[in-house]
Nanobody, 121 residues
Framework: QVQLVESGGGLVQAGGSLRLSCAAS????????MGWFRQAPGKEREFVAASNWSGGITYYADSVKGRFTISRDNVKNTVYLQMNSLKPEDTAVYYC??????????????WGQGTQVTVSS
């Protein structure tokens, strides 16, 4: 079992930046691929970014490429999502996720509780 706790969400103006963090506990963090998904009101949850166990392979949704960066610290058991050049359409609840393999085409085994990101225009 893996427990995931997100933090770092909030309200930011368009063009601004936020960094989300996800602290993991439980089973060995390094054995999991980690990722971020988001869900806007009235929409389905969608893939945002993922990282393999080492951070050496990353995947991004087309909508965030060049603006968001996923990274992980396997000593701190934490994964991050640096979000730059935020747009109002990035407004959503952001969820941290873990799985053996996570590429955007696979579903996570574990979810965090979510953190709200609101981008004002």
């Amino acid at each position: 079992q893996v427990q995931l706790v997100e933090s770092g969400g909030g309200l930011v103006q368009a063009g601004g930046s936020l960094r989300l963090s996800c602290a993991a506990s439980g089973r060995t963090f390094i054995s999991y691929a980690m990722g971020w998904f988001r869900q806007a009101p009235g929409k389905e949850r969608e893939f945002v970014a993922a990282s393999n166990w080492s951070g050496g392979i990353t995947y991004y949704a087309d909508s965030v490429k060049g603006r968001f960066t996923i990274s992980r610290d396997n000593v701190k058991n934490t994964v991050y999502l640096q979000m730059n050049s935020l747009k109002p359409e990035d407004t959503a609840v952001y969820y941290c996720a873990a799985a053996g393999v996570l590429t955007g085409a696979t579903m996570p085994d574990y979810w965090g509780q979510g953190t709200q990101v609101t981008v004002s225009s």
